[in-house]
């Protein structure tokens, strides 16, 4: 009964946080191993396929997309979010099955994706709302790897696209390599990848210095990290928005926690890690013209479905769709995060 109290309680606080007037939502989740059921021809997918060693079937396959879709469309709150940011997506395939045969058919969402040389074919996604974002500029940055010790990793996918008063915004929508093995041992491929962003931010400032940027997505790092906190030199907005620069890089996720002790996006062996992360840059926060946001407009959309219990302390994680190999029914490891922007 106390667990049902605290996820009725956190659902009421996410969907009042919702209810609020917004302009532009914008909803970041990694799907787990959103995979067809098809063999994608030069890449290592064969765990799941039917015959796979995670025994992947349409029956599962259907299942999860509808629970993506259910929540996505939670998420979106009283309209459909305008900016849905997914990573471990397989193909296109299984974009033109949640975006075109899902419930959220209806809804008239458009994406664009990479087509990475990832070994196990896993993607980026980014679904919009035509009406609230146009798409400009659409490219995916590979990542310099090390082809004798490493594997190539996801592309970064850099969409550049204007909302309905004509103003751009940048994002950057990232999936770093994994921390497979020992953290320490991947660390400096994962500060390459968030070199590829840096330099393109940086960029992006000198040419415009109140650009308005957002990088989001699973960084495999927490914000205190050498890749976020160091390459890319982001850090926790200041307590008032006059300590804001403009052409800093800024974690709203850093300090966010939801009802029921959770603390991040993804538990690991009882801890909580903020793996997933939005940071934006100091004019999306600054008191200045156009579109801006705040820490206080972040938020884990710890919705209840997504959520198990964790022990028998009343704490909870989330109810993932595999354990190991074997099928557990739940939708993903990681818990999505929710920002809205205003102008």
Known sequence: ????????????VLTAGFAQERKLRLVEWNVENLFDTLHDYGHNDQEFLPEGTHRWNSQRYFSKISLVARTLA???????ADLVVLCEVENDSVMVQLTRRSLLASLGYDYVMTNCKDSRGIDVALMYQP???RPMSVQSLSVPYDSLSERPTRDILFVSGEITTGEVVHLFLCHFPSRSGERRATESYRMRAAGVVKSKTDS????NPLAKIVITGDFNDEPHDASIAQTLGASVPPPNSSGIDAQRLYVLSARLVAGGGIQGTYKFR???NRLDNVIVSGSLLAET????TSEAHCAIGALPHLLEEDGDQGAVKPRRSFLGPAWHGGVSDHLPLVLDMFY
Do not use: C, E, H
């Open 131 to 133: 009406s609230m974002f």
């Open 1 to 12: 009964m106390k667990r049902l109290l605290v996820l009725i309680l956190m659902f009421v």
């Open 204 to 207: 992006l400032m000198q040419a």
């Open 270 to 272: 009882g801890r909580w």
């Open 289 to 292: 013209d156009g579109i801006v």
């Open 74 to 80: 939670i998420l979106g709150g009283t309209v459909p």
